[in-house]
């Protein structure tokens, strides 16, 4: 069974950074693509980023030049480094694991990130 565990959220000040780490377990890590998507109040779960297994990565328009996703197969965990953060970066954060075999979805439980003054 997949599972999917979020770490690393919290509040931080405009400005400000935080990473957050997710730990896949009961799957096959280095040939799934991973990927971050975020949801605030009253608004549709958006993709943030996504990393393929060969390395590739794809960002959305608004979060392009301070976030980066990254992976560590041997840890099985994938990371979200965010930096100079915005009040519009508050969001619930979930972490997705697609297998590209099947194009079945896995998700996290999510973790809140609160950026605000």
């Known amino acids: 069974q997949v599972q999917l565990v979020e770490s690393g959220g919290g509040l931080v000040q405009p400005g400000g950074s935080l990473r957050l780490s997710c730990a896949v377990s009961g799957s096959i890590f280095s040939i799934n693509r991973m990927g971050w998507y975020r949801q605030a109040p009253g608004k549709q779960r958006e993709l943030v980023a996504a990393l393929t297994p060969t390395g590739n990565t794809n960002y959305a328009d608004s979060v392009k030049g301070r976030f980066t996703i990254s992976r560590d197969n041997a840890k099985k965990t994938v990371y979200l480094q965010m930096n100079s953060l915005k009040p519009d970066d508050t969001a619930v954060y979930y972490c997705?694991?697609?297998?590209?075999?099947?194009?079945?979805?896995?998700w996290g439980q999510g973790t809140q990130v609160t950026v605000s003054s």
């Open positions: 997705n694991l697609r297998n590209l075999g099947t194009f079945v979805d896995y």
